[in-house]
Structures are given as structure tokens and as C-alpha cells.
């Protein structure tokens, strides 16, 4: 084989086991599903102490750098706390949090944070002209589908994997649209947010940030 040929498909195949990584290793079977439905939010409340200095007592974040876990879909709660512990999400502080929960612990977690009401804000609703189009009618002319056909109309996602966004920290969501974008967060399956956030302007993505946070 010719030099520049055997490059080529080295090149190819390390591009081909690079895509093979899986982007969660989280695979929602019943039995999974069943599982996270069954777990105890008794204990999960208890577990939970442990996380309230920067989620919030009540799932409710105090700081805008730190995400809101309140009424947030189980089984959403629980892949990313899978996700953090197997190094498909990686990050200093929830990767070595999540490397010493069992699977109980995080779904009895995701369990007690999804009864919890979801974040409200009281500041004044600003109008935000173009996220809400890109929220209910996308962009025809990019590969823009409406964030609402998978988040839901109110924000409140949707199962298994899609989160719910109402009452999210704008600093938080505009750092993870980002960290997609780059591919620096990249445990979504099927690249979903990747694709999207790629498209986004940084205005955009702050606009759309304050839209949901003011969402209830
Ligand atoms: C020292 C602060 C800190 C503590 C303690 C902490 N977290 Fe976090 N947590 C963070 C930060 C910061 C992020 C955002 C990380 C990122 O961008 O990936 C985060 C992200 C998360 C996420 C992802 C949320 C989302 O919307 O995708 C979950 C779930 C989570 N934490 C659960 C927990 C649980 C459960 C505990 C307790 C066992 C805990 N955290 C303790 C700071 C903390
Ligand atoms: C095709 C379905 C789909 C569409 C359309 C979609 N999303 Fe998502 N989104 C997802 C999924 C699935 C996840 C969770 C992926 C993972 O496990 O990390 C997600 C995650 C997110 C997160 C991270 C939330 C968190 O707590 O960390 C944000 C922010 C977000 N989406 C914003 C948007 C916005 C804004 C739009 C519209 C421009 C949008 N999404 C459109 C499916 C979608």
C-alpha cells in the first residue's frame, strides 16, 4: 500500500472508532425504566443533603453557575448522573461526586428531585422576540427544528432522555448549549443537541437562555 494511501485509512478508521464511542451507555430497557420508577425519594431526600450546598435545599439553585435539579424528569436526572460517573459528561466537581453514588442512590435522588415543584422566577417577563421563534417555528432554512417538538410548549420536557427547561439558570443553560456546541458536553444520544447548538449564534443562545428561565 502507497504511503499517503495507508494514511488515509488509518485516518478513517481512528475517525470511525471515534465515532463508535457511545454517547451514554444509559439504555433504557422496562427493566431500567421500571427501576427508576420504583426508587425510594424517602431515601433519595436524605441522599440529597449532600448536594443542597450548591443545588439548593429544595433542588433550587442558589447560584446561577449551578443547575436547578427541581422537578426535573427522573430518568433525565438519572442518565446524566450515570453519564458524569461513566465519563461520557465530564466535569471536576460532578464526576467525583457521581463516582461514589451506586444506581440506587441516583435513582432514589432523581426520584425525590423530580417530586420537588420546579424553579420560579419573579423577575419581569422580558419579550424575547426571536427566541420565542426559534422555540415554536425553528428555522426552515437551517436544520432548526422548534425546541418545544422535543422540550414541550412549557418547557417541561418530555421522556425518557429530554429535559425540562422552565425555571432553568441562564448562566447554566448558556454554558451547556456552548459545551455541546464544541462538543465538549457530548452524551447526548444521536448528537441532537450537538447538531442543533452548532447552528446557534451566541445571541441566540443567550436569548433563548432567558426565555426559558423565565418560563413557568
Ligand atoms: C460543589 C457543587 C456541587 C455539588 C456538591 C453537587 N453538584 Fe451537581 N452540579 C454542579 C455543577 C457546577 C453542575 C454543572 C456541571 C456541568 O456543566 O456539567 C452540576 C450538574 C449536575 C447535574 C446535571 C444537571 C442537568 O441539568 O443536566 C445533576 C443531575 C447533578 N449535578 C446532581 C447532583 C447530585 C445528585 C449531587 C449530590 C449527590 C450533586 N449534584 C452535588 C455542582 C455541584
Ligand atoms: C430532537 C429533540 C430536541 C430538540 C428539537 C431540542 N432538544 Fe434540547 N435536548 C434534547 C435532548 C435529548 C437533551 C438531553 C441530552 C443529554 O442527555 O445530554 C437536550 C438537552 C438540552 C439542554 C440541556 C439541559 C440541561 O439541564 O443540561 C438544553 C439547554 C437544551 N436541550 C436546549 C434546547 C433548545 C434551546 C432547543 C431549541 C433551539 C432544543 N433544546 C431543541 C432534545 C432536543
Given at each position: 500500500m502507497n504511503k499517503m494511501i495507508q494514511t488515509v485509512v488509518l485516518g478513517l478508521f481512528t475517525a470511525s472508532l471515534a465515532h463508535a464511542e457511545p454517547?451514554?451507555?444509559?439504555?433504557?430497557?422496562?427493566?431500567?425504566?421500571?427501576?427508576?420508577?420504583?426508587?425510594?425519594?424517602?431515601?433519595?431526600?436524605?441522599?440529597?443533603?449532600?448536594?443542597?450546598?450548591?443545588?439548593?435545599?429544595?433542588?433550587?439553585?442558589p447560584s446561577p453557575d449551578f443547575p436547578s435539579l427541581a422537578g426535573q424528569l427522573a430518568t433525565y436526572t438519572y442518565k446524566q448522573?450515570?453519564?458524569?460517573?461513566?465519563?461520557?459528561?465530564?466535569?471536576?466537581?460532578?464526576?467525583?461526586?457521581?463516582?461514589?453514588?451506586?444506581?440506587?442512590?441516583?435513582?432514589?435522588?432523581?426520584?425525590?428531585?423530580?417530586?420537588?415543584?420546579?424553579?420560579?422566577?419573579?423577575?419581569?417577563?422580558?419579550?424575547?422576540?426571536?427566541?420565542?421563534?426559534?422555540?415554536?417555528?425553528?428555522?426552515?432554512?437551517?436544520?432548526?427544528?422548534?425546541?418545544?417538538?422535543?422540550?414541550?410548549?412549557?418547557?417541561?420536557?418530555?421522556?425518557?432522555d429530554i429535559p425540562a427547561l422552565a425555571g432553568q439558570q441562564a448562566e447554566y443553560f448558556t454554558a451547556t448549549l456552548i459545551a455541546y456546541r464544541n462538543s465538549e458536553r457530548h452524551n447526548d444520544i444521536y448528537s441532537r443537541m450537538r447538531i442543533l447548538s452548532q447552528q446557534l449564534s451566541d445571541a441566540e443562545i443567550q436569548e433563548l437562555a432567558q426565555y426559558y428561565q423565565q418560563l413557568q
Open positions: 454517547s451514554s451507555q444509559v439504555a433504557w430497557t422496562p427493566d431500567k425504566l421500571n427501576f427508576i420508577k420504583q426508587a425510594n425519594s424517602k431515601s433519595g431526600k436524605e441522599l440529597a443533603a449532600q448536594c443542597a450546598g450548591c443545588h439548593g435545599d429544595n433542588g433550587v439553585s448522573l450515570q453519564d458524569y460517573k461513566n465519563g461520557q459528561r465530564t466535569h471536576t466537581l460532578m464526576t467525583s461526586i457521581a463516582a461514589g453514588l451506586s444506581d440506587q442512590d441516583m435513582a432514589d435522588m432523581a426520584a425525590w428531585y423530580s417530586s420537588l415543584p420546579p424553579p420560579r422566577n419573579k423577575a419581569d417577563k422580558k419579550d424575547l422576540e426571536i427566541a420565542e421563534r426559534l422555540v415554536f417555528e425553528g428555522d426552515g432554512r437551517r436544520t432548526l427544528p422548534p425546541c418545544y417538538t422535543c422540550h414541550g410548549s412549557k418547557g417541561q420536557g418530555e421522556k425518557m
